[in-house]
């Protein structure tokens, strides 16, 4: 079973192209089907037929996993199967009528407007871990970028003639990114002075480094986000992919078009960005219900008293 889950891992990677984020939620999430497999006792992966998976479902929600991460792991052990009946391995798919657990609807938070005035005045440009932080900052909410795209990022991928920038996104697809002005001024002094100081000698080649010249990683942009939203009073909990949303509603708020948005991007799904239409709803609901003199109920409205 080693051999061909490696073999497998293997065609994730020269194949289909997977990224290291989506092989290592992979190899985590089949050595827990395959650990919970061990104490079935079964040692053959034709063995498993539907009953077994529905056990594995049962046994993950007694743990109490979230739906999301029971849907996350179905869809990697699809994909495993779905190699094996093609490699001839076992003849046929035992999770073809196995459904995955439907999802609860939740709507993408987002920062205003004014909240992300506040983010982004957060950092000290005078310093160059400042200037860093706030050209990450405004390239974020800029562009919409992942956060795996922005710290994979090198100044030869922009272009600041046109305000472009080449984005190799999910699959290894290429796309091309947007930002404005004010990125790209704030991209641009970073690169000339704190950039320069932060790489000093190093030969690093990535745009956005840490306090010693090297590649400022996944994580490091969790926390200084985490820690700006705090300084700037944002009581939300921020994180990189709310930029994202964030991004995606106000070009959405502004009038921008769903097809356009879903470019910028980068989803292959006109579906995933369908997704921030609700939000916008809502909002514009929001918006209606306390601005409207003629929207709240009879009963709210003050009573005249002469």
Do not use: C
């Not at 053959?44 to 056990?55: F, G, K």
């Not at 930029?243 to 879903?262: E, P």
């Amino acid at each position: 079973m080693q051999k061909i889950f490696e073999r497998y891992i293997q065609y994730l990677e020269a194949e289909r192209n997977a990224s290291p984020y989506t092989i290592r939620n992979y190899r985590a999430d089949l050595a827990d089907f395959f650990k919970f497999l061990k104490g079935t006792e079964l040692t053959l992966l034709n063995e498993v037929d539907r009953h077994v998976l529905r056990d594995y479902l049962s046994h993950l929600v007694v743990r109490g996993i979230a739906k999301a991460s029971i849907a996350r792991k179905l869809s990697a052990i699809r994909s495993f199967y779905r190699y094996l009946v093609r490699e001839e391995i076992i003849a046929k798919n035992p999770i073809e009528q196995v459904s995955s657990p439907k999802l609860d609807k939740r709507l993408p938070s987002f920062l205003t407007k004014e909240e992300m005035v506040k983010l982004l005045n957060a950092p000290d440009p005078s310093t160059p871990l400042g200037q860093r932080d706030r050209a990450l900052l405004e390239l974020l909410y800029a562009s919409g970028l992942r956060v795996s795209e922005l710290v994979s990022l090198t100044p030869e991928q922009i272009d600041f003639e046109s305000n472009e920038i080449r984005v190799w996104g999910k699959g290894s697809k290429e796309r091309v990114a947007l930002m404005g002005e004010p990125a790209a001024a704030a991209i641009k002094i970073y690169i000339e002075d704190g950039r320069a100081q932060l790489r000093g000698e190093r030969k690093t080649k990535s745009l956005f480094l840490n306090r010693y010249g090297q590649r400022l990683p996944e994580r490091s942009v969790q926390r200084l986000l985490h820690e700006y939203a705090k300084k700037a009073g944002i009581g939300k909990r921020v994180h990189p992919h709310m930029l994202r949303h964030t991004f995606a509603t106000h070009l959405l708020d502004g009038g921008a078009d769903l097809r356009v948005v879903q470019e910028l991007l980068g989803h292959a799904r006109l579906t995933s960005t369908q997704i921030y239409t609700h939000v916008t709803k809502r909002q514009a609901r929001k918006v209606y219900l306390s601005a409207h003199p003629l929207a709240r109920k009879k009963e709210d409205e003050p009573e005249d008293k002469d």
